[in-house]
């Protein structure tokens, strides 16, 4: 096992500049260190590019198969959208229900060379269609998840994460099944803490900025993992085997009090028949906000294996990222002015398709082209 520390003595910000002949940075053809970089919009789809009876209400996930058509769980719409490579409407396979080909809440999804394989939250199941969308048959596991996202490696193993226990003692587990899913095993687990239990109001509370795993798959069927209270980033080969450790110094950004008010504008609670906006006085009372937020909040691998590490901001108006080779070794830190969303995927031509809030407050899939200078 190798292990790979440094030390950010003077990170230079690179901003996501407008180039004026920009090169296209194609899939494996690595990130230096003093490449300016910019990921370029070059299609959407929104609600409107889709024919009038078809409602895409919630897109949530994405994946690609061989003949780079988009496949989009449409959670809320119990259904999944398919699309061409150019973002064409095709077609909708799948209807709320719990028979043969039915769908449930579908969220995770990925393609892993044989399958397209759709977790529903709602049937607590996998469903496997094949790359054109036919359905093949359901496996229904013996634990109950709740699953979000889904990774396939080259050679058809599929990665997802679990959470098990409860408050104080509830872990995070990342599972690996077989291309037919009939073979499991856990490749790592980390406690974590997302809530906690108020005796006095006897109710679980939400720890917000509690530290959370990250974890993406890189070429080769090796998976990066990191816990997010720490700047450390392992690699992993699929048979469990540790290859190295990224170690790095960062700044800690502390909670503000604006970091605060903002956590309780956003939730919601119900009183009289009605929403409300904001927190329940006893929620603002006992939630209990921790000094500092966790290093990152993402971690996702680019085309030549390169992993980004998304970091906490003091500011939202940016996006600061460290970015890796494939063997550890410090890029460089950039800043971006736009988000990739928080679901991205890379196609095989080495664009990279994510899902962001568009001007109206919905969801909509665009595709961004990565370009070096």
Not at 9 to 31: D, E, K, M, N, Q
Not at 55 to 77: G, H
Request: glycine share 6%.
């Amino acid at each position: 096992m190798k292990r790979r520390k440094f030390q950010n003595l003077a990170p230079g910000i690179v901003f996501f500049t407008i180039l004026s002949y920009p090169i296209t940075a194609a899939a494996g053809s690595g990130i230096k260190k003093n490449d300016h970089i910019k990921l370029r919009e070059i299609k959407r789809i929104k609600f409107s590019n889709l024919p009038e009876q078809i409602e895409f209400s919630n897109p949530s996930r994405i994946a690609i198969n061989s003949k780079n058509e988009l496949f989009v769980t449409d959670t809320r719409a119990h259904n999944i959208k398919i699309f061409d490579a150019e973002g064409q409407f095709l077609k909708v396979i799948g209807q709320e229900g719990k028979g043969p080909g039915d769908l449930n809440w579908p969220s995770g999804i990925t393609y892993n060379g044989k399958y397209m394989i759709v977790w529903e939250l709602g049937n607590y199941r996998f469903s496997l269609f094949n790359e054109n969308g036919d359905f093949i048959r359901h496996y229904q596991p013996k634990q109950t998840a709740v699953v979000w996202k889904l990774k396939s490696l080259e050679n058809g193993k599929v990665v997802f994460k679990i959470r098990e226990g409860y408050c104080e003692n509830e872990k995070s587990i990342l599972y690996m099944l077989d291309m037919e899913l009939d073979k499991g095993e856990i490749i790592y687990s980390h406690s974590i803490k997302r809530e906690s239990y108020e005796n006095k109001i006897k109710d679980d509370l939400k720890i917000p900025f509690g530290p959370l795993i990250s974890w993406d798959v890189m070429k080769g069927n090796k998976i990066v993992i990191g816990y997010q209270e720490e700047y450390r980033i392992d690699i992993y080969e699929h048979n469990k085997k540790k290859l190295f450790t990224i170690e790095h110094q960062s700044k800690r950004i502390k909670v503000t009090d604006k970091d605060k008010e903002e956590y309780f504008s956003s939730l919601v609670y119900s009183t009289m028949g009605q929403t409300v906006q904001g927190a329940l006085p006893e929620i603002r009372k006992y939630t209990k906000f921790p000094k500092f937020k966790p290093y990152y909040k993402n971690i996702l691998v680019f085309p030549g294996n390169e992993i980004w590490v998304f970091l906490y901001t003091e500011s939202k108006e940016k996006e600061l990222v460290d970015i890796f080779d494939k063997e550890g070794i410090f890029i460089q830190r950039i800043e971006c002015d736009k988000s990739v969303g928080y679901r991205p995927v890379i196609a095989d031509d080495g664009t990279l398709w994510t899902i962001i809030e568009g001007e109206e407050g919905y969801n909509v899939v665009v595709n961004y082209r990565i370009e070096k200078n």
